[in-house]
C-alpha cells in the first residue's frame, strides 16, 4: 500500500485547476443507464470511484471509450442488471445504478452498501421513495432485488434531504409515467448538475437547487452530448484551507465563489485573504489563523465533506474553536491520527472542541477515509519537525485526482511512495 511522505512548514504558491466533480460523476454516468446510444460526458476525474462505477457498468454490458479527455458511453446492450457485493462494498455510491436501472429495464439487483468509516450509511429513504413509485424490492443474501411493471410518478417527501437519495429517484422519475415531486430535496450543486445533464437528454425536470424538484416522466430521451461536469467544490476548498493553514498565496481556477460561500465566509472569518478573480478564486492564508466554529449541515451550509480539514486548520489557530457534525454520525475518526501530530482535540457527543497549538509535529499517521485523509495531508503540509508519513493513501485516491502532484506544483515537498 502506498504512503504519502510530507516536509511542512512550506508556504504553498501559485496556481493550480480542480478537477470535475467526483460526486457530479458518479450520478451523470449512471444515468447513461437510462437511453442507449453514444452519450458524451467532459471533465470526468480519474479517481479510484469512477474506475469503480465503470467497472460495474461494463459488467452489465455497457461500452465506455475515452477519447481526448471525453468518457464516451453506450449502454444499447444491458445484458444484466446486477451491481455485485464485491464492487459495491467498495464504493456505496453504486447505489446511484438503482434508480436508472428500473426505469430502463424495469429491475434491477443492487448489493445493499454496507457502512463506511463514516456511518452506518443507510439506503431506506432510497427505497421508500421507490416503494411509493410501484417498486417491489426484497432483500436476498445481501442484494436489493428491485421488480416494477409499471413505474409511475409519485409525491415524496424526503424525511432528510439525502443527496444520492434525490439522484437516484430523480433518474427513476425521468422513466415514469406521470409527474413526480420531491420535497426535502437536496439542493447540492452536484443535484443540479445531474438535473441539467438530464434536461439535455431530454428530460423535463424544474425545481433543482430548490427543496422541492418537479419531474415530468416519461419523455422520449436522447443521449447526452458533452456535458461538462461542474467542477469539485470539495477539492477547491480542499486548496483554500491548504493556502490557509499554510499562509500561502494559492490561486485556485475552476471553482465557483457560489459552490463555495459558507467555506469562504468562515476562512476569511479565520483571516484568509479570498478574491474573486475571472476564473477562480484567489487565496492568500493569515498570518495569524484565527478559531471559528463551524457547524456541517446541508447545501448551502458549511460542508461535512470539508470538516476534517477545517478541523486541520483549527489545530493551529489562535484560541480555541467548536466543531459540529451534523450530518454523519461517525465522522471524527480523522481526530485520533491528529492528535498524533500534537493537535488538542477533545470531542463532546457530534461536537470537536479544537484548542489551537502553535504548530503540528510531523508524525506516521494512518489515513482512514476519503476526506480524513485530506485533512492529514493538510495537517502533514503545516508539521514541523521531520517528515509527515501518510499511510493507505488509497483513500485519498477515490478522491483526489494526483493531490500530491497538484501540491507539489504549489511548492510542498510531499512524494507518493510504495508503502
Ligand atoms: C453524498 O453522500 C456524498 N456522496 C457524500 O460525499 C457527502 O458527504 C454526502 O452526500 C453529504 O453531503 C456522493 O454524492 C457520492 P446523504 P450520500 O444521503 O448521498 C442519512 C465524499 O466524501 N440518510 O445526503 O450517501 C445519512 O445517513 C462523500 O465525497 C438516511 O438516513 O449522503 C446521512 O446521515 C462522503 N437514509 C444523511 O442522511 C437514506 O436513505 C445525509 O446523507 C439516505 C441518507
Known sequence: MEKMLIEGGRPLKGTVTVSGAKNAALPAIAACLLTGGWHSIKDVPRLKDIQTIKSI??????????????????????????????????????????????????????SMPGGCAIGARPVDLHLKALAAMGVEMFLDKGYINAKVDNLRGADIFFDIPTVTGTE???????????????????????????????????????????????????????????????????ESGTFMIASAITGGEIMIDGCRYEHLASVIEKLQAAGARIEKREKGLFVAGPRVIQSVDIETMPFP??????????????CVANGSSIIRETVFENRFIHVSELKRMGADISIHGNQA?????????????????????????????EARGGTTEVRRVYHLDRGYEALEKKFQSLGARIWRVPG
Not at 468518457?71 to 447505489?95: C, F, G, Q, W
Not at 437516484?168 to 441539467?196: F, Y
Request: aromatic share 2%.
Open 353 to 381: 472542541i479544537v484548542r489551537g497549538r502553535d504548530h503540528l509535529l510531523a508524525a506516521p499517521v494512518m489515513a482512514t477515509d476519503l476526506r480524513a485523509s485530506a485533512s492529514l495531508i493538510l495537517a502533514g503540509l
Open 57 to 110: 457498468m461494463t459488467k452489465m454490458g455497457v461500452i465506455f471509450k475515452e477519447e481526448d479527455g471525453v468518457l464516451r458511453i453506450n449502454s444499447d446492450e444491458i445484458k444484466e442488471h446486477v451491481a455485485p457485493y464485491d464492487l459495491v462494498r467498495t464504493m456505496r455510491a453504486s447505489i446511484l445504478l438503482l434508480g436508472p436501472l428500473v426505469a430502463r429495464l424495469g429491475r434491477a439487483s443492487i
Open 168 to 234: 437516484n429517484i430523480m433518474m427513476a422519475a425521468v422513466g415514469a409515467k406521470g409527474k413526480t415531486v420531491l420535497r426535502n430535496s437536496a439542493k447540492e450543486p452536484e443535484v443540479s448538475d445531474l438535473a441539467r445533464m438530464l434536461r439535455s437528454m431530454g428530460a423535463r425536470i424544474e425545481g433543482d437547487g430548490t427543496d422541492t424538484i418537479v419531474i415530468e416522466g416519461n419523455q422520449d430521451l436522447h443521449p447526452a452530448e458533452g456535458h461538462t461536469l461542474v467542477p469539485d467544490r470539495i
Open 301 to 314: 451550509g458549511f460542508p461535512t465533506d470539508l470538516q476534517a480539514q477545517f478541523m486541520a486548520l483549527m
